[in-house]
């Protein structure tokens, strides 16, 4: 892993913008928020953020995260010294923030998606790592980089939240040592995972009662689905945040099921695919439409209305023989 350069950078610029992507999870905020700070603590500069959608309001706890601002905030003629993207696949997860990122002079990208294009001029870029803030964790590591307690939440938070309370398969010895890194800074776990998984609102509760009550089970309940349309959302006084979080999980939970995913109407012919798999290798399925992410957890954005994007993943399951 080369980092002196980044090191370089951040010394020689003298502004600075952290970019999340689209639709932002706790991973993308906590390594944006998380490398304010190591960057503040470190080098005693300060950063804008931006994000370019809805901050979920249960990151809203973030420090520093109020600082971070909409992308329509910003003056899109402006140069930055350096431009980092944090979590962030390919340059067209950071939507309109793409046009700042490619005027900048110097350009990072520091994720952990294997379907990585490694699209900037530093690219930190490692698979095996659970979660970007993981692997950020590493990069302070390697720069001998004071991580203070108000970063080490943020990177938990984000490490947490990725690896599921450090439940699913990309969890490792590495994660949890990292985990326990962070830890001995005085960060309270117990309060992070509160606010993060007991602080849903009602409306999103009985959402997704209501989202796994209508599941369709397939090919002897090893595949299971359900179908998201805007009028359910409206019918759950839906309030911006993504009442989805977590759905696709709760499929997979069901005992015999292999390969679960979400269908969410986005507009008329547009849908959001989520996907999670047990053991299955669904990135395939959803590089087959121009989306990425991991073996067991990915997602895309399929030009067609929900009902026929479901059938054209049920076809892109069945070519591929993972069910």
């Known amino acids: 892993m080369s980092v002196e350069q980044l090191d370089i950078s951040i010394k020689s610029s003298k502004n600075i913008l952290l970019v999340s992507h689209i639709n932002p999870d706790g991973d993308t905020l906590g390594s944006m928020c998380g490398f304010y700070w190591l960057i503040k603590d470190n080098y005693k500069k300060t950063c804008e953020m931006v994000v370019v959608s809805k901050i979920p309001s249960v990151y809203e706890f973030l420090p520093q995260i109020s600082c971070a601002k909409f992308i329509e905030e910003y003056d899109l003629s402006r140069e930055y010294d350096l431009v980092i993207n944090l979590d962030v696949a390919s340059k067209d997860r950071c939507s309109e923030a793409q046009v700042l990122f490619d005027k900048a002079k110097m ?37 001998n980089w004071k991580i203070s307690k108000t970063a080490a939440e943020c990177l938990y938070v984000g490490i947490m939240t990725d690896t599921g309370c450090f439940r699913f398969s990309n969890t490792t010895q590495k994660t ?38 209508k599941s369709v089970f397939l090919n ?14 409206e019918k759950f006084n839906y309030n911006g945040d993504d009442f989805t979080d977590g759905l696709t999980e709760k499929l997979r939970a069901v005992k ?7 269908v969410k109407e986005l507009s008329a012919n547009v849908s959001k695919l989520s996907m999670r798999s047990r053991s299955k290798d669904i990135v395939q399925i959803c590089t087959a439409f121009t989306g990425g992410g991991h073996k067991l957890a990915a997602g895309a954005v399929i030009k067609a209305n929900p009902e026929n994007a479901v059938k054209l993943v049920l076809e892109e399951i069945k070519n591929n023989k993972l069910c």
């Open 107 to 143: 350009t990072v990208n520091i994720d952990h998606h294997e379907t990585n294009t490694n699209y900037a001029d530093l690219n930190i870029v490692n698979p095996e790592s659970a979660a970007t803030s993981e692997l950020i964790v590493e990069i302070a590591d390697k720069l």
């Open 176 to 213: 949890l040592q990292t985990a326990g890194k962070l830890l001995s800074t005085g960060v309270n776990s117990a309060q992070l995972y509160q606010n993060c998984y007991e602080s849903n609102s009602k409306d999103m509760v009985l959402f997704q009662s209501y989202c796994v009550g």
């Open 220 to 233: 002897d309940d090893k595949i299971a689905y359900t179908i998201v349309y805007k009028k359910d959302l």
């Open 256 to 262: 015999g099921v292999e390969i679960a995913f979400v």
